[in-house]
């Protein structure tokens, strides 16, 4: 089984920046596509961002274009989020996700993903 930890979460002032990682364990993830959603208070989860396991395509919400990046050290079984120019808007809960069927191509249209992290809080004061 694989379990997911995030760490890298914080408070950050508007226009900032912050690098969250998520630590897979319990077997190599090289095989799984990899990715972050979050969830912001009284809101619902929505898609940040994911990366194929081959070859490294990256896929990421409107939101975040040009300001997050996604990336993955299958050496170090890790997926970051580098996460720039930081607005309050993306104050949340940030959560990592893996799924070995699910193409990365299709996680902004939602549905069921194997494995959860539980999730690392981001605050953004503005």
């Known amino acids: 089984q694989v379990q997911l930890v995030e760490s890298g979460g914080g408070l950050v002032q508007a226009g900032g920046s912050l690098r969250l990682s998520c630590a897979a364990s319990?077997?190599?993830?090289?095989?799984?596509?990899m990715g972050w959603f979050r969830q912001a208070p009284g809101k619902e989860r929505e898609f940040v961002a994911a990366?194929?396991?081959?070859?490294?395509?990256?896929y990421y919400a409107d939101s975040v274009k040009g300001r997050f990046t996604i990336s993955r050290d299958n050496a170090k079984n890790t997926c970051y989020l580098q996460m720039n120019s930081l607005e309050s808007e993306d104050t949340a809960v940030y959560y990592c996700?893996?799924?070995?069927?699910?193409?990365?191509?299709?996680w902004g249209r939602g549905g069921y993903l194997e494995v959860w992290g539980q999730g690392t809080l981001v605050t953004v004061s503005s």
């Open positions: 990366v194929s396991w081959a070859p490294n395509s990256t």
């Open positions: 319990g077997r190599p993830v090289s095989r799984y596509a």
């Open positions: 996700a893996a799924d070995q069927a699910r193409r990365a191509a299709t």
